[in-house]
């Protein structure tokens, strides 16, 4: 009876990561015309990795697809977490949106960030609100509470804004996240929640499409669009971890840590923006400034091509998430899949960033294989490649 009802609720939420997908596929064209019109570009420069200007307000499609499925969901299964998570997306979108028009103050950004967050974990209650047993630490205080859920949900949302540098990653990693946390949720019977993190998934889909293959129509998510992606996903982190959710029956009685699997999912973001900050504190430099220390540009620097540098990240994303499904399978005690997780987050984000840096200087046999190996990965020219490109261009 069970397994017939998750399988209810799942199609209902692929039928409306359907819809999201046609609204955005149907709604892109006119919001590229409209950045266009209005001139609104991203311009290239020193760290930037595109070579002509390229129209923002890709979030602005995505949100068309994400809102009105969702609004769908909210009737249907009276989920009164989906509304304080659509109105904090929609905040994000346009607190994004304006610093893409305006360049506005980092640390402005920062305040409304927390300003977010913190209502909506004191008016919806969704927060980080126990350890679920880490290192013997349960319930915890409610200081800590809000401390810890603040502290998630804005690193959250700007280690997805960190990552928009590379063309496909941001919206793929979207993707593996709301799928991945979308098949938590149906396993756990949270239909609500489950549907909405198909939409994302659904949504982010023909942006990706644009945005990697397209020449006329390709177009930037912007931070409008990482703002409000990240929100979403800090949102999915809260509904897993909150005391009372659903999803702890995967820790209750089938022994999995819910820390370990988000961390997992969530790990080379994370990491890759942690090891950033203690990088560019170490040289006195302001956690804002930009650079091109990112994980995405040592693949970059190696020759990868844009795609290639995406599922290259995204494959070892997934082989952290592998690793820690093993550990769980393996009978690993909850504790020990958090340390194995972390380390591995750790050798990915820090140690294949260093060894990516250091390799050039040796010039190695490996090294140079490697970079044989990157610049095969460019397929620009190719038939296929142009034909999709062509057929995108015309839409």
Known sequence: MRSGIIVHYVWFAVMMAVVAFAIVWLLFPYVLYYARRRRLYDSPNYRKLQRRPVPLLGGVAVYGGILVPSLIVLIVWQNSSISYMLLAMTILLVLGTMDDLYDLSPLLKLLIEFLVVLAVVYLNGNSIDTLHGLFGIGILPVGWQY?????????????????????????????????????????????????????????VVPFFLHNVFGRKSKMFMGDGGTLMIGTLISAFLFSILK??????????QHGASLVALCLAVLGIPIFDTLRLIFYRLSLRRSPFSADRNHLHHAFIDLGCSHLATTLSILAFNLLIVLIWLFCWLGGAGQTAQVVVVVLACLIVTWGLFFALRLLPRRRTRFYKRLRVWALTTHHERSRLWCSIQSFLDRV
Do not use: K
């Open 147 to 203: 401390a810890i859920s603040l502290l998630a949900g804005v690193g959250i949302i700007n280690a997805i804004n960190l990552i928009d540098g590379v063309d496909g990653y941001s919206s793929g990693y979207t993707f593996f996240a709301a799928v991945l946390f979308g098949t938590v949720f149906a396993l756990a019977g949270m239909p609500g929640m489950t549907s909405i993190s198909f939409i994302v998934a659904g949504a």
């Open 243 to 252: 005391t009372g959710s659903s999803c702890s029956i995967l820790e209750t």
